[in-house]
Structures are given as structure tokens and as C-alpha cells.
């Protein structure tokens, strides 16, 4: 009865709406063009929608929404819940397509993005994975803002939309994963920082107003998903079995970060069960933490036919009407797919939703347009209205792409210094390996078409006379072709080789089984440095860890440098690096684990603490027990720096309430946060630590300090976390200041078995390089 209601209610409106759009036909024939128009609420060429107050700018979000939403038949309702939304050509509503991606660059996957003569390619970042090597906040908010400046100049001319999924803020916890390359690594907290940063940078408009949206971003895949399809084992079947404790220490805090502290327009649920329920039909998940704790503003969205297969693949529903009922239920809004589309009115019929939950879901969705000034008519009269095709591509915005592979690049060997060549006694180089003179595997997945591709190749000719042997006749390298590419480095002065992966071995879709250079990678390096003539440099082009021992080990091998999927002037980049234009910063965001790690930990095991009961070594540098090919952070420089700790506090002391059981006992080892008295945390519970970085090289650079805490053995805490991480800068032979502003509640708590949040009482060391400070925590 509530519905015949609102449909008696809105019938006038409509009628009279209808009314001036058929009188606007017939004044004129031009105005045909109005039944599927271009932009929502264009006034100015179609005067009839300005009797809507849902295209009336002067009201708030919510009341135009509920306009909006009050004007809508059921079918029309069911029509904005997925990807491909509907038009209404009665309210002068054209269709919307919601899916486009902007990972690392304005990107052709998914269907709300094109590139065509006028827009040919847009500005190709660094894959996150190089990105979040730089740990440079800054830089990954700017980046967030040139990819949304492209994304806006493009949908002003039709060729994108206004809602971009992405980032991927999963956590790097296997090596082997093919979308490990798409994040930010290991850490939930630089997976947390780069999260919130980026997002910024996509969604902050210029003239400062929260309520607006420059672009909305979409933080993925909620959440425990980091395995596509390994050994029979795929994405649409995988069961996460997650502890409390993991899961809110590990993997929901980047997303924590993004709605909190980001303020995402948008999360998107994943295709996994965690602990037997689809992340997209739990409504614990999403209405209780996304809506409830986080207090999201915007939509939550379902990864491409995640509804489909909770009934399809997982048979978690006799029905696809169930499987409607049970997603919309437990919170989603947006399905990207047609699954909500074709079932939901049944859904309906059948009494498994009310209409209710789906005006609450397009409200979401509406609201998230109206924040983007879809509902404001033609962009191109709006803040970001001047922006066009010059604005995409530009000599700025390239040259941010070559300083981001720049700052990411890491070096990981440089034995008695050969780095950096030298112009004076490099005179030809032999560039040898199967990404050598890559394009395409420079960007990895989510790519956009590129400005233009730099490859090492073209990178290093810049610089001097190259030979050039490709060695493999792809990353595969079934057969190394050894003859040529030993040849060519017996000859030169100094020998590149750029070995590794692209998305033939690692992909979303694609775990990788090992971890060792593919095919007959090794034997080529190998050969190629007995036969060469001067110092040898391996680069590693990959998204994911390496096992290269063999390369560490081997003398004839100088340097090793990790440069990920360095984007479009990924090669100049190289070439900036190798001949000293930069001094290398990178430091590894992820682990490099031996072979025998993956050998006997099955990657379906998603337990992050060890297990000395069988010998499970845990995961992640802060769990993990076992040998390493290369420690989470590491990354050498031409120069060296030293840290020295000017001040930090060695007590810290909570003021309980005396009632408090802790306060009444000695027995305690922590104390929950949220036990704490109101403001103590913020008011009280922070200090400074303050130390000096001194560059003793000759070369001027960046240098990445890392703070760390190691808090006492209870509740089977971390060996080591990370607390913060500055990027400075310091001349050569000077020192800078550094301070790091600690929040005990936040910076130095721990989850405890049920997933609460608690100081540990007691002894903590801070660890900044080979600096430690003892800190203790009491009552």
C-alpha cells in the first residue's frame, strides 16, 4: 500500500513533467535530442527539468535524493542498482555506467572508459606495488590528483565516467598472488597510509568543499582476498578461514583507512567466503563495520558478478531470489553485473525484499552522483568544466610518472660500488633479457593506454652506445638463446640485465607456483655473467618477490635492482638510476621469502601468526620466522645515513579510573582502549620522538626512516610493527630533523585473540635503523 502511495503521490509531477517535455518537442525539433540526454538536469538545453528539485544545486544531497528517488517506478529503482544503470528519459536521466578503474593511470578496463583520436592514451603511473616502494605519502596523493585531473578532462568529452574502482588496498600476504602487484604491500599500515593518500588524491576537489567529489574512488576487495586461482583453488570457491585476531589487525585496517581517514566514496566487496559467508551477503561485514563503525558516505559496491556466483559458483542460496535478498539485506547497493537486475523484482514478489531496502540502496548511489555533480547538468560548466584533452598527457604529468618509478626503484645489491656507471668508463653497455625492450609489461594489469613507452632499452641509449640481445624469446624463457646475448657482453663495458615477469606469469587470475625466475631465466643470468667483460647489473621487472639467491651470491653479479612495473617511462627511470641522475630511495614493500617457503606453506592457509606446533612459519615481516631473500624495507643507496635519536620519552603512564580492574591489580599485561577515559588518547597518550638523519655519501638523496615498535610477548603480538615512515631529503655531508608523532592507542596497541584493541603493558623497543629505544607503558 506504502508504494501505491508514493506512485499516487508523484503521478503529478510527472504529469506535468511530461507535459513541458512533449511542448519542448514540438516548439522544437532539435530538442529530440532531450529523451536520452547527455548530461542530468541540463537546464540549459532542456528548460523542462528545472521543475525538478532534484536538479535544483541550492538543496542539500539528501533532500535532491529523495526527490529523486520519490519520482522512480520499482523497475526504474532496480535499473540504478547495477554497473549499467538505466536511463530515465522522463526526468531527463541518461544511462550511467559506473565501472571504470584508475589503479595507476585512467585506465581502458571496464566499460566507462574509452581512449579515441581526441584522448589517446592517458598518463601510465608505476604499478602501486613501485609506487608504495618510494613510501612517499605525499607523492601518492599526488598522483591520486593528476589520474583524477585526466579522468575529469576525459569525461568531459564523453570518453569517462565519474566513479573509478579503485584502489586495491589488499594485503600483499602471499608472494605468489598474481594481484599482489596491484597493492601496496605487506604492511596494513603503508597499505593503510597509501589507501587514505591516493584516495584524496582522486577524490578532493580544488575549491576545498567535503561534500563534493572530484572523481569517487572505490577501496577493494572487502576483504581477506588475496588468492585468484591457485593449484584448482580460484577466487569464486575459496573459503578464507580467518581468525578475529587477523582479521582485525591485518586485513581491515587499510580499508579502516580509507573510509576513515580517505573518506572513500565507495568500498567494494570481494568474490570470497570469509569464514563461510560471501563478503557481499554478510551483514556484519557491511552494514555493521563499513556503515556502522566506519560510517561510510557512499555506496558499497559488489566486485563483477559477485552476486551471480554466491548463487552460481558457491551455491550459498537455493535462489537467485534468496541470493538478491541476501545481499541487499546484508548492505550492498551496486551490483556490477546484471544479477540484481534480472532477479531483484521477483526478489520482490516474493516478499524477500521490501522496497524500502532498495530506495536505501539507490540513495546510496544517487547520493554519490550528486556529490559528483552528475545531477548539476553539463560538466563542462562546473569547476573542472576548462579541463580537456591538452590537460591529459602533459610534459607535468609525465615527468611525475618518470620521478614516481624514480623514487620506487630499489636497489638490493651493489657490491664494491660499480653503481653508479660512469660516463667516462662506460662507454657501450650490452642490455640483454626478455623485458629489456618490454612496453607492455612495464604497466602491469589495470593499464591504460600509455603517453608514450620509454623501455630500458631506449632509457640507457640515452645515455650511451648499446648492443642489445633479447636472451629469451619471451619472460617464459623456455630456451635462453645464450649465444648472442654472451656474445654482446663480452664485448661492452658494462652488462644490463632486465629479467623477471609480466602478466603471463603473474595476473589477476594467475597465482604463480614458485617463486624463482621463470624458465630459463637463471641459466641466461648466469651464463651471461661468467661471459661478461665488466660489471654485471640484474634488474628484476616484477609485481611480486623473487627468490634470486643465486644472483645475491654470485660475485660476478654487482648490482641487483627491483624496479616492480615501473610505468610508461619506466626505462628512463632505469636509466636516471643506473648512471647516477638519481640516487636510489626505494625500499622493498613486501618480503622476498626462499623457495622452501612456498614449498611447504600452502597459500589457502591465510594465518598470519606462526604455529611452532608444525613448524608454520607465519607470514609477513611481522609474523614471519624463517630466512629471508630480502627483509621487508630493505634498499640500498649511494650514500649512507645515519640515524641519531635526539629525545623520545622512556615512561608512558595510563590514568585509569579507579574502579578500573587494573588499576585495583598488578596481574594485568594490557589494557583495552576503549577502557580508557573519554579524550585520553587524543589529550593525553601522545608524544614526540625526535632524531637526526646524516647523509655521510657524496651524493645528495632521499632516505626513507622507518620507525618500528616491538611490543611485549602477550597475545601473540607482532615481533615488529611499523609505527611511521618519513621521506627526507639530505644534502651530502649534512643531516635533517625528523620527528615522529606517536599515539599509544593507535601507534603502539595490539589486537588481542578476540579482536580487540589493547596497550600492552610493559616493555617496548622503537627501532629506527640500528637505533633502539626502550619504552615502558604502566598504570
Not at 639467491?549 to 638510476?577: C, H, M
Request: net charge neutral; proline share 6%; aromatic share 8%.
Amino acid at each position: 500500500m506504502a508504494s501505491t502511495n508514493r506512485n499516487r503521490n508523484r503521478a503529478l509531477p510527472i504529469l506535468l513533467a511530461t507535459l513541458c517535455f512533449i511542448i519542448s518537442i514540438a516548439s522544437s525539433p532539435h530538442r529530440i535530442s532531450a529523451q536520452t540526454p547527455m548530461f542530468a538536469c541540463d537546464i540549459d538545453s532542456n528548460p523542462w527539468v528545472a521543475a525538478f528539485p532534484f536538479c535544483n544545486t541550492s538543496l542539500g544531497v539528501q533532500d535532491r535524493v529523495s526527490d529523486l528517488v520519490r519520482r522512480l517506478t520499482l523497475a526504474q529503482k532496480i535499473g540504478n542498482m547495477v554497473n549499467n544503470a538505466s536511463g530515465i528519459s522522463t526526468l531527463g536521466i541518461p544511462n550511467y555506467e559506473w565501472w571504470s578503474e584508475a589503479l595507476h593511470g585512467v585506465s581502458y578496463v571496464g566499460p566507462g572508459t574509452h581512449f579515441s583520436d581526441l584522448v589517446p592514451g592517458a598518463t601510465s603511473f608505476p604499478q602501486v606495488i613501485l609506487t608504495a616502494a618510494s613510501f612517499n605519502v605525499t607523492l601518492f596523493e599526488a598522483i591520486g590528483k593528476v589520474v583524477s585531473t585526466e579522468a575529469r578532462a576525459m569525461h568531459n568529452v564523453g570518453l569517462a565516467g565519474l566513479t573509478f574502482w579503485s584502489p586495491n588496498v589488499n594485503i600483499f600476504r602471499d608472494p605468489r598472488w598474481g594481484r599482489g602487484q596491484e597493492t601496496p604491500g605487506e604492511d596494513p599500515y603503508l597499505s593503510g597510509r597509501y589507501a587514505s593518500a591516493y584516495v584524496r588524491g582522486l577524490q578532493q576537489t580544488d575549491d576545498g568543499n567535503r561534500d563534493k567529489l572530484k572523481v569517487a574512488a572505490c577501496c577493494k576487495h572487502y576483504t581477506a582476498y588475496d588468492l585468484d586461482n591457485w593449484k584448482g583453488v580460484d577466487r569464486f570457491h575459496f573459503n578464507a578461514i580467518v581468525s578475529q585476531q587477523d582479521l582485525d589487525d591485518t586485513f581491515q585496517p587499510p580499508f579502516k583507512s580509507c573510509v576513515i581517514d580517505g573518506n572513500v566514496a565507495s568500498v567494494m566487496c570481494s568474490f570470497n567466503q570469509v569464514n563461510g559467508k560471501p563478503t557481499c551477503a554478510d551483514p556484519d561485514l557491511l552494514t555493521g563495520v563499513i556503515r556502522g563503525q566506519w560510517k561510510l558516505n557512499g555506496y558499497i559496491g559488489a566486485d563483477c558478478d559477485s552476486v551471480d556466483v554466491i548463487f552460481n559458483s558457491q551455491h550459498y542460496t537455493k535462489t537467485p531470489e534468496e541470493a538478491v535478498a541476501v545481499t541487499i539485506s546484508a548492505g550492498l547497493d551496486l551490483d556490477c553485473g546484471f544479477f540484481l537486475g534480472q532477479h531483484t523484482q521477483k526478489a520482490v514478489d516474493a516478499g524477500l525484499v521490501d522496497e524500502a531496502a532498495i530506495d536505501n540502496a539507490i540513495s546510496n548511489n544517487f547520493a554519490t552522483l550528486m556529490r559528483l555533480g552528475f545531477f548539476d547538468g553539463d560538466p563542462r560548466k562546473q569547476l573542472y568544466g576548462k579541463l580537456g584533452p591538452s590537460d591529459v598527457c602533459t610534459p607535468e604529468n609525465r615527468e611525475l610518472a618518470r620521478e614516481a618509478a624514480r623514487q620506487g626503484i630499489v636497489l638490493l645489491k651493489n657490491s664494491a660500488s660499480p653503481l653508479p656507471l660512469n660516463h667516462a668508463t662506460i662507454k657501450t653497455l650490452a642490455v640483454i633479457g626478455p623485458n629489456a625492450n618490454s612496453t607492455k609489461a612495464m604497466i602491469g594489469n589495470y593499464e591504460g593506454t600509455p603517453c608514450k613507452y620509454v623501455t630500458p632499452l631506449q632509457g640507457l641509449t640515452e645515455h650511451v652506445s648499446t648492443t642489445y640481445a633479447p636472451g629469451c624469446a619471451n619472460v617464459a624463457c623456455s630456451t635462453a638463446q645464450l649465444d648472442d646475448a654472451k656474445k654482446i657482453a663480452a664485448l661492452a663495458d658494462a652488462t644490463v640485465l632486465v629479467m623477471g615477469a609480466d602478466l603471463s606469469i603473474e595476473a589477476e587470475g594467475l597465482d604463480r607456483v614458485d617463486l624463482l625466475l621463470p624458465g630459463q631465466q637463471q641459466l641466461l643470468v648466469s651464463e651471461v655473467a661468467r661471459a661478461s667483460k665488466g660489471p654485471v647489473i640484474l634488474v628484476i621487472m616484477s609485481g611480486g618477490a623473487m627468490d634470486i639467491q643465486f644472483a645475491k651470491n654470485d660475485d660476478r653479479i654487482t648490482s641487483i635492482l627491483w624496479v616492480g612495473y615501473p610505468g610508461e617511462a619506466g626505462g628512463a627511470a632505469l636509466a636516471d638510476v643506473l648512471f647516477g641522475d638519481y640516487n636510489p630511495s626505494g625500499r622493498l614493500p613486501m618480503t622476498w621469502y626462499p623457495q622452501s617457503y612456498v614449498d611447504k606453506v600452502p597459500m589457502t592457509n591465510m594465518n598470519m601468526r606462526p604455529d611452532p606446533s608444525n613448524g608454520y612459519p607465519g607470514r609477513t615481516y611481522r609474523f614471519y620466522t624463517g630466512e629471508t631473500v630480502y627483509p621487508f624495507g630493505y634498499g640500498l643507496s649511494y650514500s649512507s645515513y645515519f640515524h641519531r635519536l635526539v629525545r623520545a620519552p622512556q615512561r608512558v603512564s595510563l590514568h585509569l579510573e579507579m574502579s578500573h580492574a587494573c588499576a585495583l591489580s598488578n596481574k594485568c599485561n594490557s589494557v583495552s582502549v576503549d577502557a580508557l577515559p573519554e579524550d585520553t588518547c587524543r589529550r593525553d597518550l601522545s608524544f614526540d620522538v625526535h632524531l637526526r638523519v646524516r647523509n655521510s655519501g657524496t651524493l645528495s638523496g632521499s632516505h626513507t626512516v622507518f620507525l618500528y615498535s616491538s611490543p611485549p610477548s602477550v597475545h601473540r603480538s607482532p615481533k615488529k610493527h611499523l609505527v611511521g615512515f618519513r621521506k627526507v631529503f639530505v644534502v651530502a655531508g649534512d643531516e635533517s630533523p625528523v620527528k615522529f608523532r606517536v599515539d599509544v592507542c593507535t601507534d603502539l596497541s595490539l589486537v588481542d585473540e578476540a579482536g580487540v584493541r589493547k596497550i600492552a603493558l610493559g616493555h617496548h623497543v622503537l627501532h629506527i635503523g640500528d637505533l633502539k629505544h626502550s619504552l615502558s607503558i604502566v598504570i
